[in-house]
């Protein structure tokens, strides 16, 4: 799966990264199920 991904077979959605200091507001947005795509942490 991986490979896919890297290559741009498969492509995963992120709604909106996180930075590991934001990580409750990450969690309260997946709280709220309207989110469209992958929450991700950022760096």
């Known amino acids: 799966m ?3 991904v890297a290559t741009g077979t ?3 959605p992120i709604a ?3 930075p590991l200091d934001r990580v409750a507001d990450a969690f309260a947005e997946l ?3 309207h989110t469209r795509g992958k929450i991700a942490p950022a760096p």
């Open 31 to 33: 709280e709220r199920r």
């Open 16 to 18: 909106a990264p996180y």
């Open 10 to 12: 498969v492509e995963v």
């Open 2 to 4: 991986v490979g896919l």
